[in-house]
């Protein structure tokens, strides 16, 4: 069965802290992406990579850096949160194989900077 | 104007009515299409996926692509309070850059027993 795991469902954090938000996928994944999703926003997709080392920017990447240093882990660094980035943040993974990209989210995390 | 539009609701349906969920899009180089459902605090999860124009059905949904009118939609039969969720869309191209999705912004269902 499919799974992305996200390392935390719930985090609070203050202004200023660094914030590392955690993906592990179990499906041998070349694809991982990162989004956050605000009511009336929908989901913005903030950064993807689609090899080990390699990441991409998406349409929001301003205030986020990501790591990947293993194919089955991809990590979203806030590098100085702020309160505009509390945020429901998923993560994605899909499969170069799969012809409609589809792509499998993780439970998600909701972030709280005070 | 964006690529996928998709009203944000609430609809608002009783048990057992038909939940009519639609999407239009502008890009026609569009080929694949998703339906995802997301219970509240939850993560999307791929209820539906149609390659094309077409209709698919699985159980209780039914999924149709009309790509000459760059329209496509959801049907849920006999709904159930366990239907009650947000229903996003989802489109990509044959060669996506990066296999990335394009979204709507989501429709909000409940489903009233």
């Known amino acids: 069965d499919v799974k992305v795991t996200q390392s935390s469902r719930y985090l609070v954090k203050r202004t200023g802290e660094k914030v590392f938000l955690e993906c592990v996928q179990d499906?041998?994944?070349?694809?991982m992406f990162w989004y956050r999703q605000d009511p009336g926003l929908g989901l913005r997709l903030i950064y993807f990579?689609?090899?080990?080392?390699?990441?991409e920017k998406g349409d929001i990447p301003e205030g986020y850096s990501v790591s990947r240093e293993k194919k089955e882990r991809f990590s979203l660094i806030l590098e100085s949160a702020s309160t505009n980035q509390t945020s429901m943040y998923l993560c994605?993974?899909?499969?170069?194989?799969?012809?409609?990209?589809?792509?499998?989210f993780g439970a998600g995390t909701r972030l709280s900077v005070l | 104007q964006k690529e996928v539009e998709q009203d944000p609701g609430p609809l608002s349906v009783p048990e057992g009515a038909i939940v009519s969920l639609n999407c239009t899009y502008s890009n026609s180089a569009f080929q694949y299409f998703m339906w995802y459902r997301q219970y509240s605090r939850k993560g999307p999860e791929l209820l539906m996926y149609?390659?094309?124009?077409g209709n698919k059905e699985d159980g209780r949904f039914t999924a149709q692509v009309d790509k000459s009118s760059k329209y496509i939609s959801l049907f849920i039969r006999d709904s159930q309070p366990s239907d009650s969720a947000t229903y996003l869309c989802a489109m990509s191209m044959i060669k996506a850059a990066g296999n990335k999705l394009t979204f709507g912004g989501g429709t909000r269902v409940l489903v009233k027993p």
């Open positions: 994605a993974s899909s499969s170069v194989q799969s012809q409609g990209n589809i792509q499998y």
């Open positions: 990579s689609y090899d080990v080392k390699m990441k």
């Open positions: 499906m041998d994944h070349e694809n």
């Open positions: 149609t390659y094309s124009s």
